[in-house]
């Protein structure tokens, strides 16, 4: 996978975390700067660790799946860009905010981190099968991640309610198109 492919692919990655910081800026107004960091890191982490996770997963099954490796990529980047693309749908659907807005914190943010990241960790396996230099993109991955996810809590105290649901539409886009990039260069 190119440089270029794996940037994009990180901020398809980056999509949902984005997603979920716009929303807590919105959701939580007294968020100052120490806690977008908080929120950065924590999302970075998630989605720098479960590729990781995922690629050792997969090297481990890599011999076995080698000769459909382009539609593994193909089927797990189109279903989790499609499960984006829907979430981003029923959220328009169904804007809301939690009830208590006062419990931003640490388990809150962690809760977050696994659920925006398990796709991360299905794009691990992913790159197992298609030997990707694994730290170089859980490094790029995380650091796409955190200034995204920093960035988005200042978004969403800002423009929340415009941006959220479109920031998912879009990385569940690039995923699909990620997916069919790497089936349409296997195939021919």
Known sequence: MDFFTLVFLSVGLAMDAF??????????????????????LTFGFFQMAM???????????????????HWIALILLCF???NMVR?????????????????FNA???FVQGIATSIDALAIGVSFAVMDV???TAAALIGIITFGFSFGGIFIG???????????EMIGGFILIFIGLKIFIEHMF
């Open 51 to 69: 590729p990781i996770i995922g690629y050792f997963i997969g090297s481990t099954f890599s011999f076995a799946i080698r000769a459909v490796d």
């Open 87 to 103: 979430e981003a749908v029923t959220q328009l659907r169904h804007p809301e905010c939690p009830s208590n807005r006062s419990a």
């Open 133 to 135: 230099s694994i730290i």
């Open 157 to 167: 105290k800002k423009f929340g309610g415009l941006l959220k649901e479109k920031a």
């Open 80 to 82: 989790i860009g499609g």
């Open 19 to 40: 997603a979920v910081s716009i929303t807590n800026g919105l959701c939580y107004p007294h968020l100052k700067t120490k806690h977008a960091l908080f929120d950065g």
């Open 107 to 109: 388990k809150l943010l």
